[in-house]
């Protein structure tokens, strides 16, 4: 059973690394242009980071996984 349970997922903030992120808004479509090309993207998940404000956004569909290469 897939688990979405995003409290038993391990994230940190890129920028402070900071461990604690709230939850700013589920299923938030963004939309935007790149290279003159519109997009709309899925539902993502938003996460703001408690301590420095730092926004993430995580597709619904995919892991629940902080870029780590940064
Ligand atoms: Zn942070």
Known sequence: MPNKSMENK??????????????????????GQYEDKEFLTTGLTVLKCVMCGYYMFFDDTAEFTPEKSF
């Open 10 to 31: 391990s994230l940190s903030c890129p920028v402070c690394q900071s461990k604690k992120a709230e939850m700013v808004g589920k299923n938030v479509k963004l939309s």
